[in-house]
């Protein structure tokens, strides 16, 4: 893996993505965010040596260098998910790419069903702690140690002076931001009636498909990190119905607005 890490980044280099401070990991429906960018470099993932491709419909495949806030940030415009046949390691390497760039903060959205159901959909949650059950982790092969201490410490993996920041920029701007735990499962079918139950009895607020493995690595890299989910779905085990993915992804949409001022307004205090 550290062959291919090095092609990866001498080929960004060439390209022009000079010492980013921040990654952002954009997710489902949360692609607008790269209007407010002024883009310097992008790139299609399927360019990119050793690099993954999206395979799902609504995530875009790009990889962009630009300016925000007045920091120089990297931004996945689509993500990879175990669902789509990748491994756990192809999942995350893009999160090595951009660390070995130079980033120092990752940021990553997306979309996720509240299974707190004080939570709403069209609200956002930001991620205090996560439960991993895709089954594996992203650590798990050999020569791990070659990149970051094996054993990585998880107690505190979101960095809590930004999840402050956050909080604080949710209040000032009247923006409704819970806090709590994401549970992250494979998928890509939903989950039943007993699982959210399941899910619910273990202590999780909102359940996804994603962040949990890039959270890890990022972890691992000593990055600091912060998440924040937007609520697409009410996930009620006593009411539940056949859900509309075209709906979820429209949610998304439509709580876009909220994640843009909060990211923007982070980006410029760190």
Do not use: W
């Amino acid at each position: 893996m550290i062959k291919y890490i090095e092609e990866t980044t001498a080929y960004l280099r060439e390209k022009g993505f000079d010492k980013p401070e921040i990654g952002i990991i954009l997710g489902t429906g949360l692609g607008q965010l790269i209007a407010e960018i002024t883009i310097i470099k992008e790139v299609s993932y399927n360019h990119i040596p050793n690099f993954p491709t999206a395979t799902v419909e609504f995530h875009k495949g790009k990889l962009i260098y630009g300016e925000l806030e007045g920091k120089k940030i990297m931004v996945m415009q689509g993500r990879f998910h175990l669902y789509e046949g990748y491994s756990l390691q192809d999942v995350t390497y893009p999160v090595r790419i951009m660390e070995k760039l130079g980033i120092h903060t990752l940021l990553v959205s997306n979309a996720s069903g509240a299974i707190n159901l004080n939570f709403k959909k069209g609200e956002l949650m930001l991620i205090d702690d996560h439960i991993n059950l895709q089954g594996g982790s992203p650590l798990a092969f050999k020569g791990v140690s070659q990149l970051g201490e094996r054993f990585a410490d998880m107690s505190a993996p979101y960095d809590a002076e930004i999840n402050k920041r956050f909080e604080a920029i949710a209040k000032t701007n009247n923006i409704k931001l819970h806090k709590g735990v994401y549970t992250s499962v494979v998928g890509p079918q939903l989950e039943t009636r007993a699982e959210y139950r399941m899910l619910k009895i273990m202590g999780t607020d909102a359940v996804g498909m994603s962040t949990v493995p890039e959270i890890i690595v990022a972890n691992h890299l000593k990055l600091k990190v912060a998440a924040v989910s937007v609520l697409t779905d009410e996930c009620d085990p006593d009411n539940l119905k056949p859900v509309d993915i075209s709906e979820i992804i429209a949610m998304a949409e439509k709580a876009e607005p909220e994640m843009i001022v909060l990211f923007k307004a982070l980006i410029k205090t760190l």
